[in-house]
């Protein structure tokens, strides 16, 4: 694929910012502080929302979920 080739895999964007299946991602205002820290991986994505996994445990957040508990990928701060 070049990059004139639109993107066609699963995708949600929040605040100009794509998440994608197999990305790592922080939740920077979930409410307990663990959960803050912990990282998760996108299993599913779409335009209302990701499916999001970490130890065992799977997580379906709407796209309101997210806007309430933030997004941003582990190599940002």
Do not use: W
Request: with cysteine; charged share 25%; aromatic share 6%.
């Amino acid at each position: 694929m070049n990059d004139t080739e639109p993107r066609t895999e699963p995708a949600f964007e929040i605040d100009c910012q794509r998440y994608t299946v197999g990305d790592r991602v922080r939740f920077p205002n979930a409410g307990m502080p663990s959960n803050q820290d912990r990282v998760y991986e996108i299993t599913e994505a779409g335009t209302g929302g990701i499916t999001a996994a970490v130890d065992g445990c799977t997580y379906q957040l709407s796209r309101g979920d997210i806007a309430a508990i933030g997004i941003t990928h582990t190599d940002q701060k």
